[in-house]
């Protein structure tokens, strides 16, 4: 049980603070976690905050849960299949019609909530008495939009090609599981250990970072790895004397946890505090022996940065946070610097993948996520939105502190002091990946608009997001002048053509990546760039859908009004009936 802190706020305590006798040996082990409810007596105010918060109520449980999605019969059609949400008897299932046969799925779980719920439910019979789960649970391929109301295709959330039906997704415990849950530390470095080659499972990130940037985990007692491992491996029922190779017994576990992991082995439903903090039982038992910390604490294994170096405070918080704020969804190809997912991945363009964004970027080793998010509850936009201010600027001149004058910024960043111009986010965070409610959210990889990579590899130009007016030419030779550099005229012209006195938002929108697509139909709705609004309707018929998401909604930007289509239909059909809507007489 919890024992009193005295109101002591440990838990924001840095390492350099607390000496190494009042950490705990380990907090990554199975036994070294003791659930969220411990930590209420202490931590009350934060522990309700968080018990609110969109992290924690990630994956929920349907008993004692709020739900947004109205179970009233809707449905969503994708090719000839249907998905409709039903109550019956009280309960909420989703009836799916494929190739004319019906199958009817209990929903188990809600998952995310503060922009789109999710489900995950479990087969069962058509015909009352619905008791008997047919099969394992399953992510149901339908997800309600709270922002506006809508039934979406849940592939849809992310750049994934059209899909031509709906069919069931993953069995939930053999997908993300370990991110969405709170299970030991240990068990999501499965990977991570084994390094290079690794076999996927539910702990799997979907790229690493480069290896100047990634941090490595060691084994530093393969003996006491393998005997870890067969205690993890036996409640999950597996059985069997493990290999001596701490390789190939990383490989056993990795195999049984993805075929046998199960709920029933989930330290918490959901998000919890260890999710982040680690194991917290020594500290819970004996507060004033032992305090939390975000450093790694284990007797056979330790991480370090690429350099060799211990991790600092700062990176030991930001690898939590990338532990599943890392991820590049689907099998879209493109990353931001001209990266190709596959070979050398750059940034992500949508979200969920920040926290590794903000590894590959300038500033994680001195500054922290929660520098700029609230870790226990949900970020206030206007807390946000002052971040992109210069009255934001405070965060940065932490570190650079010569740049707090006003005419030091002013020479910096060439823009009025007082000016968006000379907000730090501005330029160093611009807003380029695609959210989650159709709008750009700030790319995370702190890095310069002058950056080489990103003017030669990204479209548009970082500077056009707010000089929509100016050419290339213009732009770049501007760059040149105040930043002393030359950028290569050639490179320039296979992006945009032969003629850089070209818009770079236009010629973007006409011929570039689809993520670089989506950015330019924002930036030509927002400034009115002239000659866009064809090149924008034509998006609507985009082989990724999430981009077709996109041109709409910058289309209703730039008319004021909604566009009445089925976003379902197929993109041919969808852009003929746009193109009709918008000829039709007003």
Known sequence: ??????????????????????????????????????????????????????????????????????????????????????????????????????????????????????????????????????EEQRVL???????????????????????????????????????????????????????????????????????????????????????????????????????????????????????????????????????????????????????????????????????????????????????????????????????????DPGGSTTNSGEARDFLLGACASAMKCSTCHDPHGEDSKARLEELGTVRGNSVCTTCHGKLARPDALAQHSHHRAGGVGSACLSCHMPKKNMGLAYDFTRYHRIGSPNDEARVLGDRPLDCALCHADRNVDQIVSTMEKWWGKRYDRARLRRLYGQDLRVNPVRITLIGGKPHEQALAASIAAAQKVPDTVDATVALLGSEYPLVRYFARHSLEQRTGAPLPLDMSSPGPQLLEAARAHLRAPR
């Open 1 to 134: 049980m919890a024992m009193a802190c005295a109101g002591a706020e440990v838990t924001k305590a840095t390492r350099s603070e607390v000496s190494a006798s009042r950490l705990p040996a380990s907090n990554v082990l199975r036994a070294d976690y003791i659930g969220s409810s411990a930590c209420a007596g202490c931590h009350a105010s934060i522990h309700e905050a968080w018990q609110r918060s969109p992290m924690h109520r990630m994956t929920r449980a349907l008993a004692g849960t709020d739900i947004s999605a109205p179970f009233d019969g809707r449905e969503l059609t994708l090719g000839a299949d249907i998905a409709r949400l039903e109550l019956r008897d009280g309960r909420r299932f989703v009836a799916l019609s494929r190739a004319g046969e019906s199958s009817l799925y209990r929903v188990t779980k809600v998952i995310g909530g503060r922009y789109r719920e999710d489900f995950v439910g479990e087969l069962v019979r058509t015909d009352a008495p619905f008791s008997a789960a047919l």
């Open 141 to 343: 391929p339908v997800s309600y939009l709270r922002f506006d109301g809508t039934l979406r295709y849940k592939g849809y959330s992310v750049m994934v090609p059209e899909r031509h039906g709906l069919e069931p997704g993953l069995v939930w415990q053999r997908a993300c599981v370990l991110c969405h849950n709170t299970a030991p530390q240990l068990v999501g470095l499965y990977d991570e250990l084994y390094g290079a080659g690794s076999p996927s499972y539910q702990g799997s990130a979907s790229n690493e970072l480069p290896e100047t940037k990634a941090f490595r985990y060691v084994v530093d007692d393969a003996a006491a790895l393998r005997q870890e491992l067969g205690k993890e491996l036996a409640v999950m029922g597996a059985r069997g004397r493990l290999p001596e190779s701490a390789t190939q017994a990383l490989e056993v576990a990795i195999s049984n946890t993805r075929e046998r992991l199960d709920e029933s082995h989930l330290l918490e439903l959901g998000v919890g505090c260890e999710s982040c903090h680690g194991g917290a039982r020594a500290h819970a038992e004996a507060p004033h022996r032992f305090d939390t910390t975000f450093a790694l604490q284990s007797s056979f294994m330790h991480v370090e940065t690429a350099s060799g170096r211990a991790p600092s405070d700062a990176e030991d918080v930001n690898r939590a946070c990338a532990r599943c704020h890392t991820v590049l969804f689907s099998q879209y190809p493109f990353t931001w610097e001209g990266g190709e997912r596959r070979t």
